[in-house]
């Protein structure tokens, strides 16, 4: 009876559950969700365009500026009014320095260089919280629906030892054993509900939306072969290591500017003046030469600043180094572990399956009591757990190995999207463009693109 109860079961689960398994919702969708729902990576991407407009300022600085100035007088006196009306056109444009203005675009160029694997980053950690959240989903899932099964298993255990209690076979301590195990099942199940919705609030939060049918992932993602592999991908992909590279090199170009600062700089200036006063317009042009003469060692202070905000990022730089190959080797062992962990909760189900079916056997026969079957299904529900957490943990530490060498990202897994592109709004303004151009007005379009996505 008991073979055809399970096999009825799984009638009715391929029935009324099949469709919806196979319409349910890849991983891939899901971080597809998490990707372009972000607002961590919208607020990320716009600080980036932030950092893309400092070059664009800096430029400007290489370029003519040009004013006007008008103005209008009365003064009113006893004997007559007068007015006077005067307007001026001026031009100032820095002709030479030495080169210090271009190292400072330099140093802000890679300052975006920087800022663009933050962005990065920022993708990867909201990737793999998508993944976490899709498997726990699954995990809290099917950790309900086995929670309902051990249910249903000691309603029929309950039955049965009732019944042999009603023919005189057991006591009654038997059938309060049964009552007592169904309500420990029971509020077990009410916090495997509880999680359930925990996660669920999780994954609605990372995505925008709410889990529905959740498949699990039935193949692993490509990993290195081995640890000392992906450390050497890591130290040439990891956008960490990659932005404080970039951050040491714009703070050793801090210091070639700080070293110039006691430098001369030339610049132009040329003028137009118009006045109807009578003397007509006026014309005029200027070269100017400057530079300090003393500044109290103000110029030496900030060198020594900029040498040790370099020491400074190289220090950073060597500290990302190690932490980035200490999560390497951890990200394997947590990998392997889970691996592990699958391969012998496996052989502990089959082994529960078959210890649970021979002592329920028994206990028909009378050889067995009712807490013997009861505790032969307990360790067959802690078996299927067990291999259900294991199964769960071995695809997140996976993940957690890509997150870890640096390629968890919408690109490396192919999620067939539409990825945010930083080069080309960089493209747009590193040039500094006027807002009456073709590149300010093809800017501007590319802005409204961003607001409408």
């Known amino acids: 009876m008991f073979k055809k109860a399970t096999t009825a079961s799984g009638l009715f689960v391929l029935m009324f559950f099949g469709p919806s398994i196979l319409s349910a919702q890849s991983l891939s969708d899901t971080l597809r969700n998490a990707y372009t729902t972000s607002g961590l990576l919208v607020q990320n991407r716009a600080l980036l365009r932030a950092a893309d407009e400092g070059v664009s300022g800096s430029m400007a600085l290489l370029r003519p500026v040009i004013n006007w100035s ?64 899709h498997m726990n989903y699954r995990r809290t899932v099917e950790f309900a629906l086995l929670r309902s ?42 916090s495997a509900e509880g999680n359930r919705l925990r996660a669920a609030a999780e994954y609605q939060a990372v995505t925008g939306t709410l889990p529905e049918d959740l498949a699990t992932p039935v193949e692993l993602p490509v990993l290195p072969e081995n640890v000392e592999t992906g ?13 404080m590279q970039h951050t040491v090199k714009a703070a050793e170009l801090s210091i070639i500017t700080a070293n110039a600062a006691d430098q001369f700089s030339v610049s132009g200036s040329a003028g137009l003046a118009v006045n109807d ?58 990998f392997n572990v889970a691996r592990a962990s699958g391969e012998a909760t496996e052989r502990q189900v ?44 071995e695809q997140i530490a996976a993940y957690t190995v890509l997150a870890s060498i640096g390629k968890l990202n919408a690109v490396s897994l192919g999620l067939g999207l539409k990825t945010y592109d930083p080069i080309e709004y960089y493209n747009f303004v590193k040039a ?6 073709t590149e300010g007005t093809g800017l501007v379009d590319l802005l409204k693109s961003l607001v409408e996505n």
Request: charged letters at 25%.
């Open 231 to 243: 450390i050497a991908q890591a130290r040439t992909q990891h956008p960490d290591l990659k932005r």
């Open 277 to 334: 006063s009578g003397s007509g317009v006026s014309e005029s042009v200027s070269i100017t030469v400057s530079g300090p003469i003393y500044s109290g060692g103000a110029k030496a202070s900030g060198v020594r600043a900029a040498m040790a905000r370099r020491d400074s990022t190289r220090a950073q730089l060597h500290i990302a180094s190690l932490s980035m190959e200490q999560e390497v080797r951890n990200s394997f062992v947590l």
């Open 70 to 133: 008008s103005s209008y007088s009365y003064s009113g006196a006893s004997a007559s009014d007068k007015t006077s009306l005067s307007g001026s056109l001026s031009a100032n444009w820095l002709l030479y320095d030495f080169g210090n203005s271009k190292i400072k675009t330099e140093a802000l160029k890679e300052t975006v260089l920087a800022t663009r694997q933050s962005l990065m980053s920022i993708e990867q950690d909201v990737l793999l919280r998508g993944v976490t959240a």
């Open 149 to 190: 099964t051990n249910v249903e298993l000691i309603v029929q255990e309950l039955s049965a030892a009732q019944d042999r209690f009603d023919v005189g076979e057991v006591t009654r301590t038997d059938v309060a054993l049964a009552e007592a195990r169904l309500a420990s099942a029971r509020a077990s199940l009410a």
């Open 350 to 393: 089959k082994a529960a399956e078959v210890a649970f079916r021979g002592i329920r056997e028994e206990a028909s026969l009378g050889a067995r009591t009712t807490l013997d079957v009861l505790n032969a299904e307990q360790e067959l529900l802690d078996a299927r757990a067990s291999s259900i957490s294991a199964g769960i943990d």
């Open 432 to 437: 500094g463009p006027r807002a009456k151009s």
